[in-house]
């Protein structure tokens, strides 16, 4: 199973001046290819907190991605930070410099010059003509935190991430949860491996509650949601996916 960390970087966020878009766009995107999400965490601009969460974050997940931080600007710490974690030297990439140098022509200044600076060891990926490529140092992809920018680089690389799908299947009630949560717990309890969720709706009128069953094996997920299935109230069944 691969497995993922998000960490999102920023006192932007953490101050709620701006609204992370990232990390539900990843764990979205991530979920499709099959990896699985476990961790995400937001950090603020501080460099001993990044280089720690990466290091950490890369002992424990198949992929790290991190966002924000990677611009021309005093804020733009992740990549230094990153190979500080790790004491590991930065050197001048003459890939990224010349994709500098395309982008901005004779209006490049020292301070987009520092955005060349990448730790040793790091691979540069080409995703997009014309584009500068994608840094990734070990397993960590660093990304920009402009959503738009993040898209762009995520989608021309994520055929890299995708591994055996997680299968999904739905139900949607017109009940309680009360009146189902034995019918939950016995089906976890027969099913270990099965990954349950029970999603109220507050508002509207077309359902109660939405229930999703995933799994990576398919005959598994099929036993689980038709032992889950002859346990629910017939009658509170309005829908299955």
Known sequence: ????????????????????????YLCQELRALGVEVQQIITIPDI???????????????????????????????????????????????????????????????AAHRRMAMIPEGSELI??????GPQLQFH???????IPEYLKIRFSGIKERFRTTPIVL?????KADEGVIAESLDAT???????????????????????????CRDSAYLEKAFNFLYERLPEECVLLVE
């Open 1 to 24: 199973m691969k497995t993922a960390g998000i960490i999102i970087i920023g006192n932007e966020i953490l101050s709620g001046k701006v609204t992370d878009i990232n990390s539900p």
């Open 47 to 109: 460099p001993e907190i990044i280089g720690q969460t990466t290091v950490d974050f890369s002992g424990r997940f198949s992929w790290v991605f991190t966002s924000g931080g990677i611009g021309p600007t005093h804020d733009d710490i992740t990549v230094a930070s990153i190979a500080k974690g790790f004491g590991t030297e930065l050197f001048e990439s003459p890939r990224i410099m010349q994709a500098i140098h395309n982008y901005h022509g004779d209006k490049m200044t």
């Open 126 to 131: 080409e995703y997009a003509e014309g584009r």
């Open 139 to 145: 397993i960590i992809f660093v990304f920009p935190g």
């Open 169 to 173: 299947k739905q139900i949607y009630l």
């Open 188 to 214: 976890q309890e027969a099913f270990p491996q099965l990954m349950l969720g029970s999603y109220p709706k507050v508002t509207g009128e077309d359902y109660d509650v939405k229930l999703t069953l995933e």
